[in-house]
T-cell receptor
Framework: ETGVTQSPTHLIKTRGQQVTLRCSSQ?????VSWYQQALGQGPQFIFQ???????GRGNFPPRFSGLQFPNYSSELNVNALELDDSALYLC?????????????FGPGTRLTVL | GENVEQHPSTLSVQEGDSAVIKCTYS??????FPWYKQELGKRPQLIID?????GEKKDQRIAVTLNKTAKHFSLHITETQPEDSAVYFC????????????FGKGTLLTVNP
């Protein structure tokens, strides 16, 4: 098991609401990436944070936003929830070292939008 | 952007047989190719990865091969065991290593005792 943790484990929201998901990276890791995994699909890259700044973004609208804190933990915020936002949200942390891209995933937060 | 195709989508083998999963990628600048195993309801677990400066890497029963010219890479599992049953994902990074991984759609591997 990795040292990446996420909270909460499960979450149920209604359409139009806002949600905040949290991630604590593994010790020694200074980057955090967020992924959305729909049922039966591979994870899709949302964005990555390094040194508290967004450093790369996938094809997700601006209502998906995030933060990284000085202790390298991170939050994913989603506004104006839509039914299609129902998915497993995974964060992954890794060390920003030359030539190292390795990322380790947390257990995920299962978000259901009704 | 990067596109990763993965085949087959499902694979059923007998215990002790070998299993091979293949992926192709589109971005010639990609230089890092990890494989993840995801059991039902659990996190994707990194099982092996390869960088573009090598053609093959082995770790016990698991091996990965990379053909940069053809832009494809494969996962080989030998002497399969029932506990190898899971969904396997291949991935490739975007050129320049900005930590964006593009994943394939996954292969459901079933190892029958």
């Amino acid at each position: 098991e990795t040292g990446v943790t996420q909270s909460p484990t499960h979450l149920i929201k209604t359409r139009g609401q806002q949600v905040t998901l949290r991630c604590s990276s593994q010790s020694g890791h200074n980057t955090v990436s967020w992924y959305q995994q729909a049922l039966g699909q591979g994870p899709q890259f949302i964005f990555q944070y390094y040194r508290e700044e967004e450093n790369g973004r996938g094809n997700f609208p601006p209502r998906f936003s995030g933060l990284q804190f000085p202790n390298y933990s991170s939050e994913l915020n989603v506004n104006a929830l839509e039914l299609d936002d129902s998915a497993l949200y995974l964060c992954a942390s890794g060390p920003r070292l030359a030539g190292t891209d390795t990322q380790y995933f947390g257990p995920g937060t299962r978000l259901t939008v009704l | 952007g990067e596109n990763v195709e993965q085949h087959p989508s499902t694979l059923s083998v007998q215990e002790g047989d070998s299993a091979v999963i293949k992926c192709t990628y589109s971005d010639s600048a990609s230089n890092y190719f990890p494989w993840y195993k995801q059991e039902l309801g659990k996190r994707p677990q990194l099982i092996i990865d390869i960088r573009s400066n090598v053609g093959e890497k082995k770790d016990q029963r698991i091996a990965v091969t990379l053909n940069k010219t053809a832009k494809h890479f494969s996962l080989h599992i030998t002497e399969t065991q029932p506990e190898d049953s899971a969904v396997y994902f291949c991935a490739a990074n975007s050129g320049g290593s900005n930590y964006k991984l593009t994943f394939g759609k996954g292969t459901l591997l079933t190892v029958n005792p």
